[in-house]
């Protein structure tokens, strides 16, 4: 039975891929920073107690205040970060002082792709969090170089055209430079993706989670069934399989979205009046097993 299943990260790290055996940290764990005078705190605790479960809250405190956060439960973890702990202001973290700021790394769960680099900015000087991203890379060949204005960071920056798998002779390593300079997290490559490559997970792409999930929400409308086995059975399903080597991932999202939407808008089932409005809207989700 094939899982569907979208992760987020932050930059806590795991390196967890299609080509290495999955590993976690614990379904409870807190990492400690004493940057300067101030604490800062993130605990992480899986709802279900399992530290493979996408379900983890993220609370983050300094000096025992908690602060806002928004982010999306997943499975964060460290793993894999150790190496670039030296440094550091935190036990198990990698973390960066840049003037009164502080870049605090980690990771979010990818199966069954690369996990994600994630990252807090925060304010030293006046103890809050200034801004926050969940995905600033697959982590792949992860290394991290401290600049001026914030760190420049080496992640898998795509795969070549066409691949099936994301493994070492598909990816492609680059830096990506992380300027904090203006209290927020920018992110910009160093330098452009070749032609023979297209950028890893799509991650510029609007649609989100997999080519799989927009598959199934398409057959499950064709069969009018929502159940995964059904889904995973029918004609359309096996049919589909193979525009998983017709075209990059992003490509296949939309055209199952584009399908989905015609067939919904024929069955009235959905408020948008084009293909174009129902692409940008989100009456249409991606399918995802149990939901």
């Not at 982010?71 to 973890?77: A, E, H």
Request: charged share 25%; net charge neutral.
């Amino acid at each position: 039975m094939t899982a569907f299943k979208i992760f987020i990260f932050l930059i806590i790290g795991s390196t967890a891929h299609a080509f290495a055996a999955d590993r976690f940290a614990e379904p409870k764990w807190k990492a400690t920073c004493q940057i300067g005078t101030r604490t800062v705190e993130l605990k992480i605790t899986s709802k279900s107690g399992h530290a493979d479960d996408d379900d983890m809250d993220l609370q983050v405190s300094i000096d025992g205040k908690n602060q806002n956060l928004k982010y999306k439960p997943s499975l964060f973890t460290y793993d894999g970060l150790e190496k670039l702990k030296a440094g550091s202001a935190c036990d198990l973290l990698p973390s960066y002082v840049i003037g009164d700021k502080a870049i605090i790394l980690f990771a979010v769960d990818g199966r069954p792709n690369l996990d994600h680099l994630a990252a807090l900015l925060i304010d030293v000087k006046n103890g809050r969090i200034l801004d926050s991203s969940f995905d600033l890379g697959a982590i792949y060949e992860l290394d991290i170089k401290k600049s001026n204005d914030g760190i420049r960071v080496k992640l898998n920056q795509g795969w070549k055209k066409k691949s099936t798998s994301d493994g070492p002779d598909n990816l492609l390593s680059g830096w990506k430079i992380i300027n904090v300079g203006e209290q927020k997290i920018k992110a910009t490559w160093e330098k452009a993706l070749p032609t023979t490559h297209e950028t890893y997970g799509d991650t510029e792409c609007p649609y989100p989670a997999e080519p799989l999930n927009w598959i199934a929400k398409y057959c499950g409308h064709v069969i009018g069934s929502g159940d995964e086995i059904a889904i995973q059975a029918s004609p359309c399903f096996e049919k589909a399989q193979t525009d998983l080597k017709a075209g990059s991932a992003c490509e296949i999202k939309k055209k199952y979205k584009t399908k989905t939407c015609e067939l919904a808008m024929k069955q009235k089932q959905i408020k948008a009046k084009s293909i174009a409005e129902c692409l940008d809207g989100d009456e249409i989700k991606p399918f995802f097993a149990g939901s």
